[in-house]
């Protein structure tokens, strides 16, 4: 599910509410950029104003020292202030009261002293050096040239500066002229500072610097700092007062934008709603309305060219899907009747094979020293074996691929599977004299399977082994555990398989060349069945070959089950009927004549007391008449008068024989027939051709179960 978003979902006022953005935006951005400029246009002017600030003041600085120092280097070269330094009446009528007159220059408080050419002072206007000032005087008065400092005094700085004093009537100086100013009176504004030395690297502001005379040059004057009116410079957005005019504006714009995008819209709204109605009410002819809007007419039209496009799908579709719809029930009646066909033709099939095995069974027992009647009976035998099994590959075949094979799973002995298949395949084996070998683990081997299938698996590569070995050839079949799964290889070095044919083996009605030399021919049936009954079992199966004529090896791989589900061995005994079974009566009602009397004469010649009847009304017209009731009843269902399901729920309304057994022998063999003939009330379902042995086998079950009631 989509998460429901806090934008409006009408496209008119996502329109207003855009409209008043963009226009808040632009009023926003309009603003910020006025702002951003009258800032940098104040920012520009503060800075000129500063930097011309600066230039005042270092202009007036250096106007003030250059008019002290003119004023002490005139006083400094005055020849009657020289004739006064060596006239001591000359120094106190004239000398002292001159320097009385000289202690300001523009306004400067200036401490001058005149010295010998050793220092010490001569005369002065009351100044006061300290003792650092007049060291430096007299390091200074050796060299003979002017001279400049600033000394610390405390908190206050002091410019000090010597002028020598030259006179043309000798070579060095005969004297100085020391003087000093405070250079806080040089300099009286707090936002200005005045710096002297070389430049710092990390002065913070721009500096201006100071034309001095070149007494001063050293000290590198210069003026670095701000105006008052820089320090506050900044100019502050009026936030409260823009807020208000975004406020007013988106709204406005919200307001106006509705109502338009509302107008405009109009058309666009009117497609939405034939949009529902058509979403509503499904595909029909009805079409989107043309508008004065270009866009919206453009988009009307696509849609109408669409809607007309799929209408004319859908109606191909229904008429399409109406042709499916017969095919479909054309297909599922073929599948029926293919199914139907299927089943009445191995019925059809069977029912001739039964007379044929049990004739062939007839031949050995009748006539067992003639070595030629006897080979004659196995070949029929085995042949007629060989088609059933080719009918019940065919019918299995057939369920599987419709679904309707469900495996009776259990935890079995594999090797109980083995033993059976091999007992099964044995004739074959011999009638063709091959080298058979079994090789396989000692003790259990668990696995979760049908144990009717899995042996109907293994007889089946089996089978395929022997027919396409050639007489004296050898089968081997191995049986090992690996990894969890149960491995049984069947091999041979017979006929092989061709190369190009590999990837297809196991496909439906594959089979390999037909050669003059290949003894018996099949549906290729066998191996697509295996392989859909492996899958079924969660196993697979495998084909390898070397090539033609070198043989093949079919490997069938199963899950193996745990050991402590295996059920227990139960014991077996094999019972035979002796003269004592002449006792036993057997009614065989078949409407196939041939196989009804010679399975009579078969069972007869097995000590039974075999009644034949041909038909379901006879029948009971005889079990009517009859005083003693048969024991069992062997019934063929397709009977001409009644079906055997019929006849048997008949027999099962005389009291005498509601627990007589039965049992049905018949063509049809699916499950759905078994179902049905165990609900009508048969004890037994067997298929035509019945194997003998089986028959026999289940009669001395039943004769026991009498035998142990009585």
């Known amino acids: 599910m989509l998460k429901k978003s806090s934008f409006p979902s009408s496209l008119a006022r996502r329109f207003a509410l855009a409209s008043a953005g963009l226009a808040v935006g632009a009023l926003l951005l309009t603003a910020m950029a006025s702002w951003w400029l009258l800032t940098r246009q104040h920012d520009d002017a503060m800075n000129e104003l500063a930097a011309r600030e600066r230039d005042f003041h270092s202009e007036t600085i250096g106007l003030n020292l250059t008019a002290v120092a003119a004023r002490m280097m005139e006083v400094a070269t005055s020849t009657i202030l020289a004739s006064a330094l060596v006239d001591s009446a000359g120094k106190e009528a004239y000398l002292q009261p001159f320097l009385a007159g000289i202690k300001q220059v523009n306004g400067i408080p200036v401490q001058v002293l005149f010295t010998d050419f050793e220092g010490v002072g001569i005369a002065s206007n009351n100044a006061s050096f300290s003792a650092e000032q007049r060291a430096w005087l007299s390091l200074k008065l050796k060299l003979g040239q002017p001279a400049s400092a600033i000394f610390l005094n405390g908190i206050n700085s002091e410019l000090v500066a010597l002028a020598p004093l030259v006179f043309p009537r000798t070579q060095s100086p005969e004297g100085a002229l020391l003087y000093k100013i405070a250079l806080s009176a040089l300099h009286t504004d707090d936002h200005m500072k005045l710096l002297w030395g070389p430049a710092l690297a990390d002065e913070p502001h721009q500096t201006s610097p100071v034309a001095v005379p070149a007494v001063f040059k050293a000290l590198d004057f210069r003026i670095q700092g701000i105006s008052p009116m820089d320090s506050n410079r ?266 190009e044919l590999m990837p297809e083996i196991f496909d439906l009605f594959t089979q390999g060349e037909r050669s003059s030399g290949r003894r018996q021919g099949g549906l290729g049936l066998g191996l697509a069945l295996v392989k859909s009954l492996v899958q079924m079992h969660g196993g697979r199966v495998t084909a390898a070959s070397p090539g033609p004529g070198k043989g093949s090896r079919f490997s069938v791989y199963l899950p193996c089950a745990r050991m402590e589900d295996l059920p227990a061995p139960v014991p077996t005994t094999i019972a035979t009927l002796g003269p004592s079974g002449h006792g036993l009566q057997l009614r065989l009602v078949d409407d196939n004549v041939e196989a009804a009397q010679t399975l009579a004469m078969l069972l007869q010649m097995d000590g039974f007391d075999v009644a034949v009847s041909f038909d379901g009304v006879s029948t009971l017209q005889q079990i009517q008449a009859e005083t003693k009731s048969p024991d069992i009843f062997i019934l063929d269902i397709g009977l001409p008068d009644m079906d055997g399901t019929e006849l048997a729920q008949k027999l099962r309304d005389f009291p005498h024989l509601k627990h007589t057994k039965m049992i049905a022998l018949t063509g049809y063999g699916q499950a759905s027939d078994k179902a049905r003939s165990l609900a009508a009330g048969f004890d037994y379902h067997l298929v035509k051709p019945v194997d003998y042995a089986h028959l026999k086998a289940l009669l001395v079950e039943i004769a026991d179960g009498l035998k142990a009631q009585a």
Request: with cysteine.
């Open 234 to 499: 900044s100019l502050s957005p009026l936030y409260l007062p823009i807020l208000l005019l975004v406020l007013g504006v988106f709204c406005a714009v919200v307001v106006v934008g509705a109502q338009m995008a509302s107008v405009l819209t109009r058309d666009l709204r009117k497609l939405q709603i034939f949009a529902g109605a058509l979403v509503r009410d499904g595909l029909s002819q009805e079409r989107a309305q043309p508008t004065d809007t270009e866009e919206v007419a453009s988009l009307s039209s696509s849609i109408n060219q669409m809607l007309d496009r799929l209408y004319e799908q859908r109606q191909a579709l229904t008429r399409e899907g109406e042709k499916l719809t017969v095919l479909a029930d054309a297909l599922k009646q073929a599948d029926k009747r293919k199914d139907e066909f299927v089943a009445m033709l191995a019925h059809e099939l069977r029912n001739p094979l039964a007379p044929i095995m049990s004739g062939a069974e007839v031949l050995k027992l009748a006539v067992q020293d003639d070595p030629l009647i006897q080979r004659t009976g196995h070949i029929i035998s085995n042949q007629a074996k060989h088609m059933a099994r080719i009918i019940d590959d065919l019918l299995d075949i057939s369920r599987i691929t419709r679904g309707q094979v469900t495996l009776k799973l259990e935890t079995i002995d594999f090797a109980t599977v083995v033993a059976v298949a091999t007992e099964q395949i044995r004739p074959l084996i011999d009638s063709s004299q091959h080298h058979f070998s079994v090789s396989m683990p000692s003790g259990p081997l668990p696995v979760c399977g049908d144990h009717a299938r899995l042996v109907q698996v293994a007889s089946n590569l089996l089978n395929n082994a022997a027919k396409y070995t050639p007489e004296g050839g050898y089968v081997d079949l191995q049986v090992a555990v690996e990894g969890g799964e149960l491995r049984m290889t069947v091999g041979d070095n017979g006929s092989g398989i061709d190369p």
